[in-house]
């Protein structure tokens, strides 16, 4: 059974399974193959094995609060169960995930629906990397009858941008895309910027695919609308209490496979976007200012903060 977990885990790190929300619904399917198939006898024994599950898919990637998050609101309803039956305990947490992914799916689809009306007819939209909230923010605009083109960038060294560009070009969606140093060149084409996040940080930052930050830089200049989509569980606690949340490093080999010897090569998956670059977060809640994800997540999520 821990094997699965491991496979879930290498799957999430390979980037076979990319983005904050697919890496979130991959955990918790995994935690609930782990407890369909457990062999423990005892409450103790399974809490243990769900706690070992924990670590090695929290060790998968290190910039996803969301999948922490997600893992942990499913430990923490085991723990605040009295059942002692570890059949009960292991239906508990099949329940817990299904109905987690129910409730992300109808939240990422409330997102969409909010972030369609953002996109006027004629606009011209740019995105990085891939997110599945952005695009499906940008099926809905398209469902609900607007004209719009999008420019994805390339996204180095792992090309998310290609899936991007699959999925919006298999939706009938024109789509342009440029290698991601030609973001400034096209910016004055752009009517907004729309991008994904990993994670938001009690000061209202948002972690997303390196180079994000750059692009919010760039869109700064010239005043172009720059927005964040995301679920308000990609929030991490830990920021709150002073912790930085940490950037995940990548294999140099994703950026060269055969450097000459001695060249230093660092690979950082993500990068910090301040809050005031940011000109909403559009979410579950609403579009929001990022200065107000504190309030707005300890409302609609208090359990996290526990
Ligand atoms: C993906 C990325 C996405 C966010 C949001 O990076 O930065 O913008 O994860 O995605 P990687 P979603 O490819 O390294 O995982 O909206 O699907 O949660």
Redesign the pocket.
């Known amino acids: 059974m821990a094997e699965k977990v491991q496979v879930t885990a290498d799957r999430i790190r390979k980037?076979e399974v990319?983005?904050?929300?697919?890496?979130?619904i991959a955990a918790v399917q995994a935690l609930e193959t782990l407890a369909q198939a457990t062999r423990a006898k005892t409450r103790e024994a399974f809490v243990k094995e769900l706690y070992g599950a924990k670590n090695v898919l929290f060790a998968s990637?290190e910039t996803e609060p969301?999948m922490r998050n997600a893992v942990k609101s499913i430990i923490n309803r085991v723990e605040d169960s009295d059942e002692r039956s570890v059949t009960t305990l292991a239906a508990l947490v099949s329940s817990s995930s299904k109905s987690f992914q129910k409730k992300l799916a109808a939240s990422k689809e409330h997102i969409a629906e909010i972030g369609a009306k953002r996109i006027r007819n004629g606009s011209v939209i740019l995105t990085?990397?891939?997110?599945?909230?952005?695009t499906r923010l940008l099926a809905k605009a398209k469902e609900n009858g607007k004209t719009f083109e999008v420019i994805c960038t390339e996204?180095r060294p792992?090309l998310?941008g290609r899936i991007t560009a699959k999925e919006l070009v298999g939706l009938g969606i024109k789509t342009t895309m440029i290698v991601d140093s030609a973001t400034r060149t096209f910016m004055n084409e752009v009517d907004l910027v729309i991008?994904?996040?990993?994670a938001l940080t009690s000061e209202g930052n948002v972690v997303?695919?390196i180079g994000?930050s750059a692009i919010a830089l760039l869109a700064y200049e010239p005043r172009k609308p720059f927005y964040v989509?995301?679920?308000l569980l990609?929030f991490d606690p830990a920021t709150l209490c002073g912790d930085y949340e940490k950037i995940e490093e990548r294999n140099p080999a994703e950026i060269w496979m055969e450097p000459p010897e001695n060249l230093v090569i660092r690979n950082p998956?993500?990068d910090v976007t301040r809050s005031d670059y940011i000109h909403g977060i559009i979410c579950e809640e609403g579009v929001i200012p990022p200065q107000s994800i504190n309030e707005v997540v300890r409302r609609k999520y208090p359990w996290i903060f526990e």
């Not at 990319?18 to 979130?24: P, W």
């Not at 990085?128 to 952005?134: G, N």
């Not at 991008?195 to 990993?198: E, I, P, R, S």
Request: one cysteine or more.
């Open positions: 980037l990319q983005g904050a929300r697919n890496v979130a990637r969301l990085h990397c891939h997110s599945s909230t952005v996204t792992a998310q991008v994904g996040a990993d997303n695919k994000t989509v995301t679920e990609k998956a993500f």
